[in-house]
């Protein structure tokens, strides 16, 4: 079980105002960046060429997605402690984690930082965050894969959307949790007692996986991926909120596990694949229990810490481009941009809601020729 730790960055006057003015530049920087480089990249780009499309957005949406990690590390001083294997930069890989809170996914930042590849995650989540305001958006432009947990609902888009990833030439970084949802005791309780019942081991500190979501991506994506990273999360002092990061107050540590597997490593079959997910969430469990009692992984300091000048400096362009669009959207005198910026809100509000990609001219015309001449 998780042990309760003592954390000295409490709630302050300060620490609420800073993490309120840290919240205000990345939403108004989120949407700038959305308005601008995004439709231009995910969108006009994208007419032309998918993968110098999904380049643009990589190195525009990067710049931003940076600002984050630079908020936990740098601003709220999170200690971040990566361990396990050094894994090398140039990969596309599969990750899966434990779901431990809302936020899990975004640690993945932390590593992918350092790697290079930022620009390139991608995740799947669950649907309703698809309707966040303005987050909904980005969701979309990065080609997230929503789902609905509901398996056949899910599977004709996920492999869809997956098999849209096998060019080997596109960076890829896909985060997966199994689990399906966040971990809480009462849902870990409902684990153990359908692992009893159905002779699966008995896990304490993460649920049950759930297998055909892996599967189907590993199916899809057979032949392109290097490696699966088996990522495992733990927090000092406790589990964080979306509001602790904003805020600073916790968690004070995030220690970050991964193994990686060569995709050879992996089994084909499917009833293989799900044996070797379940021995995996062993692992896993076995993993949390001993950084519960001793407090870290095995064999930690494996990535340096970024930076600060570099991703200031960063943080820095960002900021000036917002400001710059801002001025050039409601208060210049300049009435294209207002229109620019009404036409992009409204693409973007039905793109996301009907899940709507435009497909490159190109290939639209030879489906079209390759149509005309059956």
């Not at 957005?57 to 997605?65: E, K, N, P, R, T």
Request: some cysteine; proline content about 4%; hydrophobic content about 45%.
């Amino acid at each position: 079980m998780e042990k309760k730790l003592k954390n000295s960055n409490k709630m302050s006057l300060i620490r609420m105002l800073r993490g309120i003015a840290c919240l205000m530049v990345l939403v108004s920087t989120a949407f700038m960046m959305l308005i601008f480089w995004g439709f231009l990249s995910a969108v006009v780009v994208r007419l032309f060429s998918l993968h110098y499309s999904r380049r643009c957005v990589s190195f525009f949406f990067g710049s931003w997605l940076a600002l984050w990690p630079f908020l936990f590390e740098k601003i709220n001083r999170t200690k971040v402690v990566f361990s396990g294997d050094k894994v090398p930069c140039e990969e596309r890989v599969l990750l899966i984690a434990n779901h431990r809170t809302e936020v899990d996914w975004m640690y993945f930042w932390d590593l992918a930082l350092r790697k290079g590849q930022i620009g390139n995650m991608k995740y799947v989540l669950k649907s309703s965050l698809m309707k966040l305001p303005l987050f909904g958006w980005a969701f979309h432009l990065f080609e997230f894969i929503p789902v609905e947990r509901r398996w056949k609902v899910d599977e004709a888009n996920l492999r869809q959307m997956v098999s849209s990833f096998k060019d080997p030439r596109d960076a890829l970084w896909l985060g997966l949790f199994p689990e399906g949802t966040d971990y809480t005791e009462v849902k870990c309780e409902r684990s153990k007692k359908f692992a009893a019942e159905n002779g699966l081991p008995i896990l304490n500190n993460v649920l049950l996986p759930k297998t055909k979501g892996f599967v189907s991506c590993l199916e899809e994506l057979n032949g392109s991926l290097d490696a699966v990273y088996d990522v495992t999360i733990g927090y000092k002092t406790r589990c964080p909120s979306f509001l602790d990061n904003v805020y600073g107050t916790e968690p004070s540590q995030v220690h970050i596990h991964i193994r990686r597997i060569s995709q050879n490593q992996i089994p084909y079959e499917e009833k293989e694949i799900n044996a070797w997910l379940m021995s995996t969430f062993e692992i896993k469990d076995q993993l949390l229990s001993d950084f519960y009692s001793h407090g870290h992984f095995p064999n930690e300091g494996t990535e340096k810490e970024f930076s600060t000048l570099k991703h200031l400096t960063n943080c820095l362009a960002v900021i000036v481009f917002t400001i710059t669009c801002t001025h050039l959207t409601f208060f210049s005198s300049m009435i294209w941009f207002k229109i620019y910026v009404s036409l992009v809100c409204a693409y973007l509000t039905y793109a996301t809601h009907f899940n709507y990609r435009p497909a490159p001219l190109v290939e639209t015309a030879k489906q079209a020729f390759k149509l005309a001449n059956k």
